[in-house]
């Protein structure tokens, strides 16, 4: 199995592999999106109480990083989800959403919501979302509906 390939481990946000990847990140988002309507978290948002960020390893090569942050209520958010040019289609992405998955039900969260744009930049990601069970829905938090965003929900328990 591709998994068995790469290494997780929790990310402290001091590497520059990830600082790197996260700025792509960003900017990839800023790209794609019409202005006003990126909610991607810089990485000062990214190191808030109640986000833990995982990066995903091949070697001494960063494949992915993703962040969980923690809403209250027994829910939670998939923030800043980005897999490196290297290591798209390879299974780097899903490792990492099935091991936020796990780690969420872990932490007794009853619920995983993500917001995300449209496009066909953004379609990759939906597909490997939808693959594993979340289903568009309302927004959340703080969100407001858009032309533009989508918002994608998991239930856990």
Same mark, same amino acid.
């Given at each position: 199995?591709?998994? %068995?390939?790469?290494?997780?481990?929790?990310?402290?946000?001091?590497?520059?592999?990830?600082?790197?990847?996260?700025?792509?990140?960003?900017?990839?988002?800023?790209?794609?999106?019409?202005?006003?309507?990126?909610?991607?978290? +810089?990485?000062?948002?990214?190191?808030?109480?109640?986000?833990?960020?995982?990066?995903?390893?091949?070697?001494? +090569?960063?494949?992915?990083?993703?962040?969980?942050?923690?809403?209250?209520?027994?829910?939670?958010?998939?923030?800043?989800?980005?897999?490196?040019?290297?290591?798209?289609?390879?299974?780097?992405?899903?490792?990492?959403?099935?091991?936020?998955?796990?780690?969420?039900?872990?932490?007794?969260?009853?619920?995983?919501?993500? %917001?995300?744009?449209?496009?066909?930049?953004?379609?990759?990601?939906?597909?490997?979302?939808?693959?594993?069970?979340?289903?568009?829905?309302?927004?959340?938090? +703080?969100?407001?509906?858009?032309?533009?965003?989508?918002?994608?929900?998991?239930?856990?328990?």
């Amino acid at each position: 199995m591709a998994h %068995e390939m790469f290494d997780i481990r929790e990310d402290d946000l001091t590497g520059t592999a990830t600082r790197a990847l996260l700025a792509l990140h960003l900017s990839g988002m800023h790209e794609n999106s019409p202005p006003g309507h990126v909610f991607a978290l +810089d990485l000062s948002g990214l190191q808030a109480p109640g986000i833990t960020v995982w990066s995903v390893w091949r070697g001494a +090569d960063i494949a992915a990083v993703g962040a969980l942050k923690e809403l209250g209520g027994g829910s939670g958010e998939l923030k800043s989800m980005r897999t490196h040019p290297a290591y798209l289609r390879q299974g780097a992405a899903a490792f990492l959403l099935d091991h936020m998955i796990a780690e969420a039900r872990r932490r007794g969260l009853k619920s995983l919501s993500l %917001e995300t744009g449209s496009g066909p930049a953004f379609e990759p990601a939906l597909a490997l979302y939808r693959s594993r069970g979340f289903t568009d829905g309302e927004p959340f938090a +703080d969100y407001t509906r858009s032309s533009f965003n989508q918002f994608l929900h998991l239930r856990l328990a």
